[in-house]
C-alpha cells in the first residue's frame, strides 16, 4: 500500500529583518575597513616619497661636503647644497606632514631629517624603516 506524501511549497514573500541587518552590518565592515586600508595606504607613500626627496638631500650633501671637506656639516646652507641636488632642481623639496604641516629640511645635520618647528619630524618612529628617514 502506498502512503502519498504531500509535499508542502515553501513560499518565501522576502527577507526578514535579521537577514537585512547581517547584510547590513557585513558591509559596513567592509566598507570600514576598506578606507582605513586606503588611509594607511596613503600615509605610507606620503612616507615613502618623503624619505625619497630627503634621500636626495642627503646625496647632495655628501656630494657637496666630499668636493669640499674642509666646511663642516653645521656650515652649510640650502644655497650650498641646491646646486648639488639631482634633475637641475631650484631648491630644497618640500614635504608635507601626515597632518597637512610644512616640513622643512634641516641640512646642518648629517643625514638631514625633517623638522617641524624645531623638532624632528619623524612619525613612524623607527629610523632604520626608511619612512621619513635619510637613513639615520
Known sequence: MKTSIQFRKVVNRGVTLIELTVVICILL???????????????WQRGLAAGEDLKEVYSAQRMYLAEHPTVLVTDLTADLIIPYLPDGAAELPTVEGLKGEALTIDITTSPPTFMDGGVIYDPSGSPTDNLWDAGR
Not at 565592515?29 to 600615509?43: M, Q
Open 29 to 43: 565592515l567592509l566598507v570600514t575597513g576598506s578606507i582605513i586600508s586606503v588611509n594607511y595606504y596613503r600615509n
